[in-house]
């Protein structure tokens, strides 16, 4: 009986093989490529969200500073009040008597004025500067959020990229760029922010 047409199996097996590694070997390659850039991206947000937070953690100390000082100086501006109470009270008990008040009261009494008007100026600018910084240290708090979320995203995006290569399954690798291409916006708004 005469055999039929002799197929090289070989040579196909060979060539579908190969196939098969280019195909897995380009998903490799791209997968490889976008978990790189999401690792360099998550690294540049890691490090701005701690950059932020640190800064708004100065600010905030600075904020908290500068209302220690503001309770300085209404301290001293209540002291300065009651000082001009008594030397108005002094001056009183001089007039009661039908006396003159001696003229150092007077002077007292508006040196005490004086100073519990400045106090107050300076007091009210360090609640200013307190309000500023600690306004200021907020924003850079909700940057750090965002850089941060950046950051978590990104990293469970190059954790499927890993799982992409481990299993050569381009849906896995779809999913891992979704989410890496949502922490780069939420970089890029972090930033813009």
Same mark, same amino acid.
């Given at each position: ?39 360099? &991206? ?11 937070? =640190? ?36 001056? =009183? ?60 995203? &990104? ?21 891992? &760029? ?16």
């Amino acid at each position: 009986m005469p055999e039929g047409p002799e197929i090289d199996t070989d040579k196909l097996r060979e060539t579908i093989d190969e196939e098969i590694e280019r195909e897995g070997s380009t998903l490799l390659r791209t997968v490889a490529l976008t978990t790189a850039i999401f690792a360099a &991206l998550a690294a540049i947000a890691s490090l701005k969200a701690g950059g932020t937070v =640190n800064e708004a953690l100065i600010l905030k100390t600075e904020a908290t500073r500068a209302q220690a000082e503001a309770s300085d100086q209404w301290a001293y501006y209540q002291a300065k009040g009651l000082k001009a109470t008594v030397t108005e009270a002094s001056k =009183n008990a001089w007039l009661v008597l039908d006396k003159t008040p001696p003229p150092e009261l007077a002077a007292s009494q508006e040196r005490y004025l004086e100073d519990k008007k400045r106090s107050k100026e300076q007091a009210q600018e360090f609640e200013k500067k307190r309000d500023e910084q600690s306004r200021e240290a907020d924003e850079l708090m909700h940057h750090h959020h965002l850089f941060a979320q950046s950051v978590a995203l &990104l990293q469970v995006s190059i954790a499927l990229g890993a799982v992409a290569a481990l299993t050569r399954k381009r849906l896995v690798w779809v999913g891992s &760029l979704i989410l890496g291409l949502g922490g780069c916006g939420m970089f890029a708004w972090a930033f813009a922010g």
